[in-house]
C-alpha cells in the first residue's frame, strides 16, 4: 500500500515539475488579435457587399480571393521563405472563423488552399517542388485543388480507380475526381492516384499536376445547395503525362500523405463551421433584440433566450476544441484525433445553431436577404466534406478502442 | 519628406460606455482599444503617399500620447505600415497637455507636414490639432479632404461650399483631416502584422506641461422609454396634453 502511493506521489511530483511552464494560456498574442481582427474588418467590409448575389447566381469571388492574398490569407501558414505568412494555427482559426462568419465559400477556398495543397507540399513535398509549386501558391498567385474523392470513392478513400502508371520518365493519369473545390479556379491540382493496385492502398501515389495538361477536362460547375460562390467540379483525366519529379515523397506515398494533410484539412473546416454558426448567433441575437411580439423584445422570451443561450455554450465548446486542435498542431504534438473531435462536434452543431437561427427569425429567416439561411444552408455541408461525420466519429472511436485517448 | 501622424487610441466604437462608481472617470475596464478612426484614415492616406514614389515621402512617423497600454494600437499603425511610432509616456488629461506634449516633441524634429484626424472618437473635442499648431506656430489648415503633391510641394484641398479650394502654405502645416481624407481605412497584411514589432516604438518621457480641464461629472443619456401603441387619435391628444404638456 505505502509501495503504491510512493509510486503515485513520486508520479504527481514529476507530473508538477512538468507543468510549471504556463501551459493553460487563453491570452491571444498582438498579432493574433490583429490578423482577426483584419479578417473580420476584410469580411465585415467587403464580402457583405455581394454575398447574397455571389450565392444566387454561383459566382466565384475572383475580385475577393485577390485582395485576400495581397493581405497573405492564401498562404497564411506557409514559411516566410517560400513566400508565405508564417502565421501559427490558432491565427489560422480565427480568420477562418472571421472570414466564414460573413462567407464560407470564401472560407473553403482558404481552407483548400492553405490546409491541404500548400500544407501537403511544404511538409512533404521536395525542395524543388516547393520552390516551383509552393511559392506562387503561397503568395496567392495561383490556388490549389486537392483531387482525393471520385464517384466511387469518398469515404471509402482506399477504393481509387484514378490510375497513375509509370512509363519511365513519368505517369499516365486516367480517371475521373468528384467535387473538386476550386476545380476551374485551382492552377496546381494535388492528385491521388493509384500506380500499383496489387499493394492496395500502399500502391497510391500523390502527384503534382498543371491543370492546363493536356487531356483535362471538366463537368460542369456542380448546382450545389450552399457554398455556391466556390467553384464545384468533376475532372476527368485522359493519359494526361505528368513528370516523375511532380511525386510528392516516396513511392507509394500517396495514401498516407492524403490521410495526413485531411488531418489539418479538418482544421480549417472545423473553424469555418465554427464563424458558420458565430455569424448566424450573432445575427439571431441581434434580431432578438430587435424584433417585438407579445409587447416585447423577443429576447425576452425564454423560448427564444435559451435557445440563445444554448447558442452561445455550443459555440463557446466548438470554439475550444478548435483552438486545442490548432494548438497542438503547432506545438508539433499529434492532433488527428483532436482535428477529428473538433471537426465533427463543430460542423453538427453549426448545422443546429444555424437551423435555430433560421427558427429565431421566424418568416424573416427563411428568405435570402436576412442571410441566416445561406448560412444554414452552407452549415450542411461541413458535415459532408473532407472526411463525413460520420468518418470522424470512426477516427475518434478507433483511437478509443485503440486505447490511444 | 518624412509625415508625422497624430493617432489618438479611442475605444472601440462599439464599446458599452461605463463610468465609475462616482461618475467623475470614464471606466476603462473590458475596453478594447483601437486606433481614431479619423486619425486612421489619415495614416492610411499618409502611407498611400509615401508608397507613391513619384511624391517626396520617404518617411511615416505616427506618434501618440499614452502610457504603455496604447502600444498595441501603435504597433497597429507599424502594421498598417508607418515606419516608426512615438510613444510619449503620459496619461492624457485634456486637449491642452496632449497638444503641449506634442509640441515639445515635434519642435526637435523635422516634418513635412502634421496630420491630425479632425477629432477623436471618445471625447470629441475638436481641439488638438488646431492647438498644436498655435503651440508650435505653424500653419493650420482645417477640414482637409484630400492631399496631393506639386513636385515637392503639398497641396491641400478643402470642401467648401459648392466647390472644393485648393491651396498650399508657406512653412509647416498641421493637416486636420476629415472622413473622405482616404477612402477606407488600410487593412494591414500579415506581413506588417510580423513586421511590426522588428520597427522602431521610442519612448519618450513626457515634459512638463500641465492640464487645464477637470472633469467633474458624467452623466448617461436617459434609457429610451419602450413605444407605446395607442389606440385613438383621443388617446394621443390626451397623452400629448397631459403626459407630454406639448399641446
Excluded at chain 2, 463610468?19 to 478594447?32: A, H, P
Excluded at chain 2, 515637392?152 to 481624407?181: H, W, Y
Excluded at chain 2, 500579415?190 to 452623466?219: C, D, Q, W
Amino acid at each position: 500500500m505505502i509501495k503504491q502511493w510512493f509510486v503515485w506521489y513520486s508520479k504527481k511530483q514529476q507530473d508538477k515539475d512538468t507543468l510549471k511552464s504556463p501551459n493553460m494560456n487563453f491570452q491571444f498574442t498582438e498579432e493574433q488579435l490583429m490578423i482577426q481582427q483584419a479578417a473580420r474588418d476584410y469580411a465585415q467590409r467587403e464580402l457583405i457587399k455581394d454575398v447574397i448575389e455571389r450565392d444566387e447566381k454561383a459566382i466565384y469571388p475572383t475580385e475577393h480571393i485577390r485582395n485576400l492574398s495581397e493581405l497573405g490569407f492564401l498562404g497564411m501558414l506557409v514559411a516566410p521563405e517560400y513566400d508565405g505568412s508564417g502565421m501559427d494555427t490558432i491565427s489560422y482559426v480565427l480568420a477562418m472563423e472571421e472570414l466564414s462568419k460573413v462567407d464560407s465559400s470564401i472560407g473553403v477556398i482558404i481552407s483548400v488552399n492553405n490546409s491541404l495543397v500548400c500544407y501537403g507540399i511544404e511538409k512533404y513535398g521536395s525542395e524543388e517542388q516547393k520552390q516551383k509549386f509552393l511559392k506562387p501558391l503561397a503568395r496567392g498567385e495561383v490556388t490549389g485543388a486537392f483531387l482525393l474523392s471520385e464517384p466511387g470513392a469518398g469515404s471509402d478513400a482506399t477504393s481509387q480507380q484514378t490510375t497513375a502508371i509509370d512509363m519511365g520518365d513519368h505517369y499516365l493519369v486516367n480517371g475521373v475526381k468528384n467535387w473538386i473545390t476550386n476545380g476551374n479556379s485551382a492552377s496546381t491540382y494535388i492528385v491521388i492516384a493509384q500506380t500499383d493496385r496489387e499493394k492496395g492502398h500502399r500502391g497510391i501515389n500523390a502527384i503534382i499536376v498543371d491543370r492546363h495538361s493536356e487531356g483535362i477536362s471538366l463537368g460542369p460547375h456542380e448546382n450545389k445547395m450552399g457554398m455556391r460562390s466556390s467553384d464545384t467540379h468533376s475532372v476527368q483525366f485522359t493519359d494526361v503525362k505528368v513528370p516523375k519529379e511532380n511525386r510528392i515523397g516516396e513511392d507509394g506515398f500517396g495514401f498516407k500523405f492524403a490521410m495526413k494533410t485531411l488531418e489539418g484539412g479538418r482544421i480549417g473546416i472545423a473553424s469555418q463551421a465554427l464563424g458558420i454558426a458565430s455569424g448566424a448567433y450573432e445575427l439571431a441575437v441581434k434580431y432578438a433584440k430587435e424584433r417585438k411580439t407579445f409587447g416585447t423584445e423577443i429576447i425576452n422570451h425564454q423560448a427564444i433566450a435559451f435557445k440563445l443561450s444554448d447558442m452561445a455554450t455550443q459555440i463557446e465548446a466548438a470554439r475550444f476544441l478548435c483552438l486545442k486542435a490548432a494548438w497542438l498542431k503547432d506545438q508539433g504534438q499529434a492532433y488527428g484525433i483532436a482535428s477529428a473531435m473538433a471537426k465533427q462536434y463543430t460542423a453538427d452543431m453549426a448545422m443546429q445553431v444555424t437551423t435555430e437561427a433560421v427558427q429565431i427569425h421566424g418568416g424573416y429567416g427563411y428568405v435570402k436577404e436576412y442571410h441566416v439561411e445561406r448560412l444554414m444552408r452552407d452549415a450542411k455541408l461541413t458535415q459532408i466534406y473532407e472526411g463525413t461525420s460520420e468518418i470522424q466519429k470512426i477516427v475518434i472511436s478507433r483511437a478509443i478502442a485503440n486505447g490511444d485517448i | 519628406m518624412r509625415l508625422l501622424v497624430c493617432i489618438s487610441s479611442v475605444p472601440d466604437t462599439t464599446s458599452k460606455i461605463k463610468f465609475t462608481d462616482d461618475s467623475s472617470r470614464f471606466d476603462d475596464s473590458g475596453i478594447q482599444w483601437v486606433i481614431n478612426p479619423w486619425d486612421e484614415l489619415a495614416l492610411t492616406r499618409a502611407i498611400e503617399l509615401k508608397e507613391d514614389n513619384t511624391n517626396p515621402v520617404t518617411e511615416v512617423v505616427v506618434i501618440t500620447i499614452g502610457t504603455f497600454q496604447t502600444e498595441p494600437t501603435l504597433r497597429k499603425c507599424l502594421a498598417i505600415g508607418a515606419d516608426k511610432a512615438v510613444r510619449i509616456d503620459i496619461e492624457p488629461l485634456d486637449a491642452y497637455q496632449t497638444a503641449s506634449q506634442l509640441a515639445a516633441y515635434i519642435k526637435n524634429e523635422e516634418f513635412g507636414f502634421i496630420i491630425c484626424g479632425i477629432e477623436s472618437g471618445d471625447y470629441n473635442e475638436a481641439s488638438v490639432g488646431g492647438m498644436l499648431a498655435e503651440l508650435l506656430d505653424f500653419v493650420s489648415v482645417s477640414s482637409v479632404s484630400s492631399v496631393r503633391f506639386n513636385k515637392d510641394q503639398p497641396i491641400f484641398q478643402r470642401d467648401v461650399a459648392n466647390g472644393k479650394e485648393e491651396l498650399s502654405v508657406n512653412g509647416t502645416a498641421v493637416l486636420i483631416v476629415q472622413k473622405g481624407f482616404a477612402s477606407v481605412p488600410k487593412i494591414p497584411n500579415m506581413r506588417g502584422i510580423m513586421t511590426a514589432r522588428s520597427k522602431p516604438l521610442e519612448l519618450i518621457k513626457a515634459s512638463s506641461s500641465k492640464s487645464l480641464i477637470k472633469f467633474v461629472n458624467y452623466h448617461s443619456p436617459k434609457e429610451k422609454e419602450a413605444v407605446q401603441m395607442l389606440e385613438s387619435s383621443d388617446e394621443l391628444v390626451e397623452k400629448l396634453s397631459k403626459e407630454a404638456k406639448l399641446i
